[in-house]
């Protein structure tokens, strides 16, 4: 897709809801390429992560069964999934408190439209929804300035960094722990 066909389509604004199990092939697509074209900005590998199946992310989207604290949401361009995000959180009594986001994904051609805004907005709403969440954290690679600065605007501070925290070859990044609380 060219970028002005995007920023068209843009202008109707793309539709950002809750993943189903239906989805699962477009997110696993989208994973996929983002992990190639990103590879320190997640934990996972995109070799080893080409070879799961589309079932193997069931877990990361919500069902009337499961934990309301777990969810993914995309932005959707027509039949493409553009961007993802998922909010995860243990089960532990002692730790149910909390939330996590992780892999929060937009494709190169939808970067700076406001996609990656919509997504967290959306993520964060999904979180504050659930009573017992008071605080939502988030890990980010260092050197990744553009999302910082989106996490920074929606309140999230930094608290921590845990160095060399991927290694790809004979370089590390580190990653930076941020952290929204709500109560």
């Known amino acids: 897709m060219n970028s002005?066909?995007?920023k068209r389509a843009m202008a109707?604004?793309?539709?950002?809801?809750?993943?189903?199990p239906g989805d699962a092939a477009a997110y696993k697509t989208l994973r996929d390429d983002?992990?190639?074209a990103y590879?320190?900005?997640?934990?996972?590998?995109?070799?080893?992560?080409l070879?799961?199946?589309?079932?193997?992310?069931?877990?990361?989207?919500?069902?009337?069964?499961?934990d309301p604290a777990r969810f993914s949401v995309g932005a959707w361009l027509g039949p493409q999934l553009v961007g993802a995000i998922s909010c995860e959180r243990d089960t532990r009594l002692?730790?149910?408190?909390?939330?996590?986001?992780?892999?929060?994904m937009v494709r190169p051609e939808a970067q700076g439209q406001g996609i990656g805004r919509g997504l967290l907005r959306a993520c964060?709403?999904?979180?504050?929804?659930?009573?017992?969440?008071?605080?939502?954290?988030?890990?980010?690679?260092?050197?990744?300035?553009?999302?910082?600065?989106?996490?920074?605007?929606?309140?999230?501070?930094?608290?921590?960094?845990l160095s060399r925290a991927i290694k790809i070859g004979d370089a590390y990044f580190h990653k930076d722990q941020m952290v929204l609380t709500f109560k």
């Open 4 to 6: 002005a066909n995007f």
């Open 12 to 20: 109707a604004e793309l539709p950002i809801r809750l993943l189903v």
């Open 34 to 36: 983002m992990l190639a």
């Open 39 to 49: 590879p320190d900005a997640f934990t996972s590998d995109a070799q080893a992560d």
């Open 51 to 66: 070879r799961k199946p589309a079932s193997s992310y069931l877990t990361r989207f919500a069902t009337a069964a499961g």
């Open 94 to 104: 002692k730790v149910q408190h909390i939330a996590r986001i992780v892999g929060m």
């Open 124 to 161: 964060i709403a999904g979180a504050r929804a659930v009573r017992e969440i008071e605080m939502l954290t988030l890990s980010v690679t260092s050197t990744n300035g553009p999302a910082i600065a989106l996490y920074e605007g929606a309140g999230f501070i930094r608290y921590g960094q």
